[in-house]
């Protein structure tokens, strides 16, 4: 079971200021969780690095989720475009572009609200973290929380990489609030 430290604030940069300082005390992280209490928001920073050993490969994952309201009904789901999708592109697979040519031309975005999706994405520095980064997914997922039987939405992104670096982890992290403070005003 892992134990998540926790960092409060109003600020991101008052947080972000405790986080720093505690990931940079780890000399090597290989697994950290943190509970990030901003302004009524909750999100939980998940880094998991395993190097593998032996004939094994390793994988290393971070991710940033925090609890979405129930009454959400809305849905999108954004990943990075690759091999598969182009195939699935040339037999009829929708892709939404939402007019921001490069966003769009690498990102793959399904969605059943288009002008919604669009409004999420209208921060260009926001767009700037999602174009550049790789091996991610980002959405609204539903499932189950703390071991109960209770379904609940999730803003969740999920990357195949063990991010350590505390300045890229708040880029990341700015741009995951951004849209979650987006998603809790609808």
Do not use: C
């Not at 290989?30 to 050993?53: R, V």
């Amino acid at each position: 079971m892992e134990s998540f430290k926790t960092f409060t604030g109003n600020t991101a940069d008052e947080i972000w200021q405790q986080l720093t300082v505690d990931i940079n005390s780890n000399a090597e992280v290989f697994e950290y969780y943190a509970l990030i209490n901003q302004a009524n928001h909750k999100i939980k920073l998940a880094i998991d690095i395993d190097l593998g050993g032996g004939f094994e490969g390793g994988m290393a994952t971070t991710t940033f989720i925090a609890a979405l309201p129930d009454h959400h009904d809305f849905r999108f789901a954004l990943h990075e475009d690759d091999f598969i999708d182009d195939i699935g592109k040339f037999f009829g697979m929708q892709d939404v572009e939402i007019g921001y040519p490069e966003f769009d031309r690498r990102l793959v975005i399904k969605t059943n609200d288009e002008t919604r999706t669009k409004s999420l994405f209208e921060d260009s520095k926001v767009r700037a973290v999602f174009e550049r980064m790789e091996n991610f997914d980002f959405g609204i997922r539903h499932h189950t929380a703390n071991d109960s039987d209770i379904e609940q939405y999730f803003l969740e992104l999920n990357i195949e990489d063990g991010i350590t670096d505390p300045g890229e982890l708040r880029l990341i992290y700015d741009a995951f609030f951004t849209v979650l403070v987006i998603l809790e005003n609808y």
